[in-house]
């Protein structure tokens, strides 16, 4: 087995994140998905978000291969309606 790998992008690109990396062959590329927009005055909130993107990268990190790609599979990030559909 590989080292795990995943990309980390903003929810607003998630979208066209997982179209490239459809492709270029890599449909089960998981994605460490940080809210958008990313700046925030919050520390509240700030921590957070930085408690839940570590907790998917340790997720990512510590999950079977055939369960992270079922995973990716299973929950895909929805084109926005202007765009072309796949």
Do not use: K, N, W, Y
């Amino acid at each position: 087995m590989g080292i795990p790998t995943a990309t980390v992008v903003s929810s607003a690109f998630a979208p066209l994140a997982q179209v490239t990396a459809e492709g270029i062959g890599h449909v089960t590329l998981p994605f460490v998905v940080v809210p958008h927009p990313v700046g925030d005055r919050d520390e509240a909130l700030i921590t957070q978000r930085g408690a839940d993107i570590a907790a998917r990268c340790v997720h990512i990190l510590t999950t079977e291969a055939t369960t992270l790609a079922r995973e990716v599979r299973e929950h895909p990030f929805p084109l926005p309606d202007a765009v072309m559909p796949r």
